[in-house]
């Protein structure tokens, strides 16, 4: 009963098919992450460039996901993630062929890159509102958290998998393995039984959308967990951005070293889902959202301090522990605080708030390592995350009062 209670949601046949489905296709999403950065880094040998792509796979997430959102409560979300995860296999077809050809131009990546961030937007509210049809509100914690491990064990793999297909088979080998990982996801999808009743949302566009953000600012626990989401989107998570400068003129380590940086960050992030899963439910959400949103933020400062590799490799651990556990205990709070009708538009709230800023973030730490220098950037906006970490704790911590 109690390995029941700690992977309560493997017991559910529809979320063993939903997750299978999902680590084969994640997998394969990372393989086309590396494969596309190198492609973009070979065409232009350009970091600009390399940014530029990034922002086109996340803008239109910032600009579509609250439309998604709507369309996710009006739809059977399951139709919409086989349509949305169909449609993800045109870009990788036409980056395999046109690479394959030797005729790709940066333009072309970067159409394709905007594309499969417009499907995103709309797949991915669905995606995370669609796990409280397949599991009970009891297990969507655990149905959470093991979706949280699979993403970030695949961050490990898919990536490992790509340069061992680049080097041996070409680029164009991982679009083509990406485009067939979708059908696993797709077959998965078409094989189960949701067990959520779909409530049509009947009004128009803007009254829909407001909605979403009605329920937010009544729920005052889930407004001040969006706000860090917001300032951990901001000033936070993007220090990925600077691991490559950090790597090459800080740590001194190359290639090879950002590459276990990159990973130190994945185990780090692994660890925290796993953790989260075994646990089942998080009782004491009042303290361990605030304390994992502290830890992440006193470990990008305790990074921007290091001088040592293996020190550097610790504090981004604990960054990687830090974010997804919080990430996804938040996720859990919000899912159970949210009326079935309106999941879909809260959820597109949630990815807009963590995703859709990415581009601004980047954005933001990027001039500002370019004006100030890499290390107090990072200084700067570490003592951003703690102070909004602590404010955080004494807001949220006094509303969980109020509730309890």
């Known amino acids: 009963m109690e390995?029941?209670?700690?992977?309560?949601?493997?017991?559910?046949?529809?979320?063993?098919?939903?997750?299978?489905?999902?680590?084969?296709?994640?997998?394969?999403?990372?393989?086309?992450?590396?494969?596309?950065?190198w492609l973009v880094y070979s065409l232009t040998k350009s970091p600009l460039y390399l940014g530029i792509i990034a922002s086109l796979s996340s803008l239109p997430i910032l600009v579509f996901t609250l439309l998604g959102g709507m369309v996710a409560d009006k739809y059977p979300k399951r139709k919409i993630l086989i349509i949305t995860q169909t449609l993800s296999v045109i870009p990788a077809l036409a980056l395999g062929i046109l690479t394959g050809l030797k005729v790709i131009t940066i333009w072309q990546v970067g159409m394709a890159a905007a594309l499969l961030g417009t499907v995103n937007a709309f797949d991915i509210p669905a995606r995370q509102s669609f796990l409280a049809e397949v599991v009970s509100k009891g297990d969507i914690t655990n149905a959470i958290a093991l979706?949280?491990?699979?993403?970030?064990?695949?961050?490990?793999?898919?990536?490992?998998?790509?340069?061992?297909?680049?080097?041996?088979?070409?680029?164009p080998a991982c679009f083509y393995l990406n485009a067939v990982s979708f059908i696993a996801v797709i077959f998965a999808l078409?094989?189960?039984?949701?067990?959520?009743?779909?409530?049509?949302?009947?009004?128009?566009?803007?009254?829909?959308?407001?909605?979403?953000?009605?329920?937010?600012l009544k729920e005052r626990?889930?407004?001040?967990?969006m706000s860090l989401i917001a300032v951990f989107s901001l000033f936070g998570i993007p220090y990925i951005t600077l691991l490559p400068i950090?790597?090459?003129?800080?740590?001194?380590?190359?290639a090879r070293g950002l590459s276990f940086l990159v990973a130190s960050a994945g185990a780090g992030s692994l660890l925290a889902a796993m953790t989260l899963a075994?646990?089942?439910?998080?009782?004491?959400?009042?303290?361990?959202?605030?304390?994992?949103?502290?830890?992440?933020?006193?470990?990008?400062?305790?990074?921007?301090?290091s001088r040592r590799f293996p020190i550097s490799?610790?504090?981004?651990?604990?960054?990687?522990?830090?974010?997804?556990?919080?990430?996804?205990?938040s996720n859990s709070l919000i899912q159970h605080r949210v009326p079935d009708p309106l999941r879909g538009r809260v959820m597109s709230l949630y990815t807009l708030v963590f995703l859709g800023l990415?581009?601004?973030?980047?954005?933001?730490?990027?001039?500002?390592?370019?004006?100030?220098?890499?290390?107090?950037?990072?200084?700067?906006?570490?003592?951003?995350?703690?102070?909004?970490?602590?404010?955080?704790?004494?807001?949220?911590g006094k509303e969980a009062k109020v509730n309890s």
């Open 246 to 254: 950090l790597a090459g003129e800080i740590l001194n380590v190359g």
């Open 278 to 305: 075994f646990k089942g439910e998080v009782k004491r959400k009042d303290i361990y959202i605030p304390l994992s949103g502290l830890v992440f933020s006193l470990a990008i400062l305790g990074l921007s301090f």
């Open 147 to 171: 979706n949280s491990a699979a993403f970030n064990g695949t961050r490990i793999i898919g990536p490992v998998i790509a340069g061992f297909t680049i080097a041996n088979l070409g680029i």
């Open 313 to 329: 490799l610790i504090c981004i651990f604990f960054a990687g522990w830090g974010v997804v556990s919080f990430l996804a205990t």
């Open 358 to 396: 990415a581009p601004l973030g980047n954005s933001v730490i990027g001039f500002t390592a370019e004006a100030l220098g890499t290390i107090v950037s990072l200084k700067i906006f570490a003592l951003i995350c703690i102070l909004g970490s602590i404010i955080f704790y004494k807001m949220y």
């Open 190 to 216: 078409r094989n189960i039984e949701t067990k959520g009743v779909i409530r049509a949302h009947q009004g128009g566009l803007i009254k829909g959308i407001t909605s979403g953000w009605d329920f937010v």
């Open 221 to 225: 626990q889930v407004l001040y967990i």
């Open 3 to 37: 390995s029941r209670h700690r992977f309560s949601a493997l017991y559910v046949r529809d979320f063993r098919f939903f997750l299978f489905g999902q680590a084969i296709s994640l997998s394969g999403t990372w393989m086309q992450s590396l494969a596309q950065s």
